[in-house]
């Protein structure tokens, strides 16, 4: 891939240069100092995602405990996503901002802090508070990790390293819901969090302090507050829109009052959407813009980025639709239904580090397109079989998506990331993080309206009728997983043919 987009002014504020050190690009060895920054930043994200998916089993504990209905409760979820989703935006700014060291104790004093307010907060909104702060800790540990790994990792060994990143942010929302199970049945809610805080504190804080390197200097730029609060509205009001819309849709379904949640939904999309043009038009003409977007002129990396998008909303919808479908259309226990995705999810997740040596080896199409040809297979097989599953056969072809998934998806993101330049590399991952989890949230809350409309005016929950109903609403979840990955497939496909064309033209 070509460069895009220019060289920003260089800054002339003074840097750490005293505290870099140089990079080794193209020595093999991966240093110590390097295995302990993943270690130590990668554990502080995977405490935040796991504690994201971990929640929504917990929802009928804290509905009882906090006197919630299911709308409300659910803003436990959704406020988290709203602060992680406008928090990974600033991840460029950050790191050209601050030194990685000092973005860390920030992103493990957010999740201390969280975490010691979920365990002492007896009224709903000060949970929501708690979640907000842990969201925008668990904003900044994720792509600083992505970043460490960009720009440290020896260039041989960066599919791979990529690979154990992948491995870290999908193992999380893989045992999510098993811990959660297990939580809910043995523990009160809250013991989630007293666990969590000593393993901060005791492994993550002291590795990281010792093991974080800076190996550039930091610049002076500043923080355009007009862009940053367009992008506060631009992705507030997408999520709020989606969830809203599902909401709306729900009700309709069900036969109840819908114009609140479409009124909401609609302004928030609008209002979501108008942001980020605004967002899109002010980075092309400032200074110093808080995300510098001149490289997404590249149709290649484009191409890249819109699978990686769409991609999340079937990899971490399973987690909603698995569990659901257990134990609405099976009869299974929450526990039982949070071991259906284990298998899947957590084995398939340690072939990511597989996924990222065989792009390193052998290069992008093959892996990448192989990978997900290995994901259609197993919706497929799920959409064929879809009205007589049982927990068995549906954990054996999750277990077929969740390999495939893993190999082959954080190469997406190395893939485009390897053809912009590294100047623009915090940037990328800037977008790219919050692609991912926009997709994401945008996932559950369209299998959850599926599964809604499918479910409407069936019954009572533990009736035959609404237990074919959920079924029918499996189906119809399957068939869009299947459009949803196919259509990723053909747009790297596209990708990977634009680039070898153009490879030839040079």
Request: proline share 6%; net charge positive.
């Amino acid at each position: 891939m070509h460069t895009v987009g220019t060289h920003p002014r260089q800054s002339t504020a003074t840097s750490v240069a005293s505290q870099a050190v140089p990079p080794a690009p193209n020595d093999d060895r991966i240093p110590g100092y390097l295995i302990g920054s993943i270690v130590a930043v990668g554990s502080l994200a995977f405490i935040g995602i796991l504690t994201e998916t971990v929640m929504t089993v917990l929802f009928p504990a804290l509905m009882v405990e906090f006197n919630v209905d299911t709308a409300t409760v659910q803003w436990i979820t959704t406020i988290y996503l709203l602060a992680v989703g406008v928090t990974m935006p600033l991840s460029s700014y950050l790191k050209r901002r601050f030194t990685m060291k000092s973005v860390f104790v920030a992103a493990v004093t957010l999740a201390v802090l969280g975490s010691l307010i979920m365990i002492v907060g007896t009224a709903f909104p000060v949970i929501l508070l708690a979640r907000v702060i842990q969201g925008v800790g668990s904003g900044i540990a994720t792509p600083l990790m992505i970043n460490i790994i960009l720009e440290q990792s020896p260039r041989p060994k960066v599919g791979r390293l990529m690979g154990v990143g992948s491995l870290v942010i999908t193992v999380a929302p893989a045992i999510g819901p098993t811990v959660g199970g297990a939580v809910a049945s043995a523990l009160p809610w809250r013991s989630i969090f007293m666990i969590v805080v000593p393993i901060i504190l005791l492994v993550s804080l002291p590795v990281g302090l010792k093991s974080i390197r800076q190996v550039r200097p930091t610049e002076g730029v500043q923080l355009n507050p007009l862009q940053f609060l367009a992008i506060v509205l631009g992705l507030s009001g997408l999520i709020l829109a989606l969830n809203q819309l599902g909401v709306a849709i729900g009700d309709a379904a069900a036969g109840q009052p819908m114009t609140a949640s479409l009124t909401i939904g609609i302004v928030s999309l609008a209002v979501g959407v108008a942001s980020l043009v605004f967002f899109a038009w002010s980075s092309r003409r400032s200074f110093s813009p808080l995300i510098r977007l001149g490289w997404l002129r590249d149709p290649v990396v484009l191409l890249h980025l819109v699978p990686y998008t769409l991609l999340p909303m079937v990899g971490i919808g399973f987690g909603y639709v698995i569990t659901n479908l257990a134990q609405l259309s099976m009869g299974t226990t929450a526990l039982v239904a949070g071991m259906l995705v284990l298998p899947g999810a957590l084995i398939g997740a340690f072939f990511a580090p597989v996924g990222g040596m065989l792009y390193d080896r052998h290069g992008a199409p093959k892996p990448i397109l192989g990978a997900f040809a290995c994901c259609i297979l197993g919706i497929l097989l799920m959409l064929v079989f879809s009205m007589h599953l049982a927990p068995v056969t549906l954990a054996v072809f999750y277990f077929i998506f969740g390999v495939g998934y893993a190999l082959g998806f954080s190469n997406i993101m190395t893939d485009a990331i390897n053809g912009i330049h590294r100047e623009f590399t915090p940037d990328g991952n800037a977008v790219f993080n919050t692609a991912l989890q926009f997709g994401g949230a945008a996932g559950t809350t369209l299998f959850s309206t599926i599964f809604a409309i499918a479910q409407a005016g069936s019954g009572s929950e533990r009736s035959a009728a609404f237990a074919h109903a959920t079924a029918v609403g499996g189906t119809w979840t399957f068939a869009t997983m299947l459009a949803i990955v196919v259509v990723s497939w053909c747009l790297l496909f596209c990708a990977f043919r634009a680039d070898a064309r153009r490879r030839l033209g040079a």
